[in-house]
C-alpha cells in the first residue's frame, strides 16, 4: 500500500486549498498565481465552492459582485493591470449565472488575459434530473450549458469524479501562466461533485511556482530581423499590448534611442513610449493620428511588436500602402507573428527588443526622416491642443473637451478605462499618455458595460493609483450594477459619466453607412414607426447617486473641471456627471474602416454610401 500522506476534504474545498498554494515568477517577482475569487452564489455553487471559500476564507479572499458577467470583466482589469502575472477567479451557480460568464470569457481569451472560471454544473450523478435550471439537450446526455463556454476558453474540463480534479487543475494553472496561451479557462464543476469527499495526496496542497518564461528568438531569425532593419530606409515600429504584457517599455525605449525608428501604437499598446517621446506618433489606423498613419502609408518595413494586427490597426488591409512594404514580427505566439507574411521573430517582446537592438548597433535611420516624422507629430499636437481647449470656460463642453479638462487632472499614476462607442476613437487620436499602465483600453472586443467593472479590479491590483471609468450613457445602460460593489467594497474608483442622449458612435456610423442613424436613437415612436432623438426623460446621475455613489455635476467646462479635481481627491467612489455639446470636435478619421455596405437598395443614402465604399475596396491588399 502507498504511504503517500493524503488530506480527506471536499473537491470544492480541496481545488480552493489548491488554488491558495499557486504562484507566478517572472524576473525574481513572486505573485500569487489566483489571487481571490469573485462569487455569486445559488444552488449550483453554494454548498460547494461557496462552503469551501467560507472554510479557506483566510487563504483565498472572497469578493462579491451583482452580474457575472461583470465579475469576469472585474478579474480581466486585474490580471491586465498586473501584466498578467496574476490572476483571479469567478464562481457561479449552473443555468443562467453560468452562461452569464460568455461574453466576459470571450473578451479575456480575444484579449489573451488570464481569468479562471468555475461555473457549477448539473448533477454528475444525473439522480436529479433534470434540476432546476438543467438545459437538456435531446441527442446528448453529457451536454450543459457550460458548453457554450468551451470556443472562448483556452482551457475548458468538466470534473465529474473527484480524481479528474489533479490533473485538470494543473493543466489550468499552466495555461493561465503562459504568455503565449493564456486566456479564460472554464473548470466546471458538477454540483453533486463539488461536494464529493476524497483522500488527497498532500503533494497536491503543496506551494507551487510557475515560472513565465522570457524566451528569445533564434539565432537565426535574429539575423534575418537584423538585416531587414538595416536595409529599410523607412521603418515604423507597431507597438501593441505585448510590450506592456512584457513590461518591455524601456527595451522599446532603449531600441527607438539607438535607431530613430518611430513608434505608432494600437490601442493596447499606447502608451509603450511617454506621450512627449519626440519618436511616439500615437495612434495608428482608422482611429490613428495623422502623424502616424501618414509614415504607416508609406513604411517600408513595419515591425510589429506584440500585435494582433486587427482592422482597426491596419485600416481594413488599406493603411500600408507602399509598394514593397515588409513586417518583421516580434511575438510571444508564433500564431500572430506569422501574420502579414511577416518575418518572424517568436519570443518575449523585452527579450526580442533587447536582442535586436544589440543586433543593429550602430544603425540609424535617415535624419531627413527623423525630421519628417518629427514635423508630423509637432503638427498632430496642435490638433490635440484645437480639440481639447474650450474657447468659452461658461459653455457645456464637447466630449474631446471633456478630455482635455480631465488631461489637466490626471497625473503619472492615473488609470483611465474605456471599450466601447465614441470614445475610443477619441482617446486614441487625442490621449496624451504619461506612463505604460495610464491608458487602459480594451478593444480588442470592445465590449460595452467593461469600463466600471474593469476599473474596480484596476484599483484592487493597484489601490495608490487613481482610476477612471469613462462612459457614456449607452454603456452606463449596460452595466451599472458594480457601483454597488464599488460601495460595498469600498473601492475608490471615479466615474465620469458622459451623457449625450443618443447613441453617437453607431449612430455616426450607420449615417455613413446608408443606415440613415435607423435603431441608433433613444425613442421609438410606434405610431408611425420612425426613431426619434428626442432626449428621453430619464436622470442618470440620479441613478448612480442611488446605487450609493457621490455624484458632482458638471454644467460647464469650468465646472467639469474642478469636478474632476474633486473626485480625484476625495476617499469615496465618485461620479461626475456631465452632458455634452453634441457638436463634433474630434479630428475626422485619417484611415478607413470596412464596414460592408448593402450592394442594392432602394433608397438614396444606402445607395450614395456603397459609391463611397467601392472606391475604397480598391485600397485593400493582401500582405503575403
Sequence with gaps: MSSQSVRRLTVAQALVRFLSAQYTERDGVRRRLVAGTWGIFGHGNVAGIGQALLEYQREMPYHQGRNEQAMVHAAVGWARQLNRLSAQAVTTSIGPGATNLVTGAALATVNR???????????????????LQQLEHPQSGDVSVNDALRPVSRWFDRVTRPEALIPSALQAMRVLADPAETGAVTLALPQDVQAEAYDWPEEFFAERVWHVRRPAPEAAELAAAAEAVRAARRPLIIAGGGVHHSEAEQALEALVAATGIPVASTQAGKGSLRHDHPADLGGVGHTGTAAADDIARTADLVIGVGTRYTDFTTASSTLFAAPGVRFLNLNITGFDAHKLGARTLVGDARAGLEALAEAVAGHRVAPEYEAEYRAGKESWERVVDAAYTAEDEAAR???TQVLGALDTVVGDDDVVINAAGSLPGDLHKLW??????QYHLEYGYSCMGYEIPAAIGVRMAAPDRPVWALVGDGTYLMMPTEIVTAVQEGVNINLVLIQNHGYASIGGLSSEVGGERFGTAYRYRAADRTFTGD???????ANVASLGMDVLRAQTVRELREAL?????????????VETDATPTAPAAQAWWDVPVAETASREAAVEARKTYERHLGDRRRHL
Design 113 to 131: 488575459l488570464p481569468v479562471l472560471l468555475l461555473p457549477g454544473d448539473s448533477f454528475a450523478n444525473r439522480v436529479p434530473d433534470p434540476v
Design 397 to 399: 463642453p464637447t466630449q
Design 432 to 437: 496624451r499618455a504619461r506612463s505604460p499602465r
Design 535 to 541: 432626449p428621453l426623460p430619464v436622470d442618470l446621475a
Design 565 to 577: 479635481a474633486a473626485a480625484r481627491a476625495s476617499d469615496r467612489p465618485t461620479c461626475v456627471y
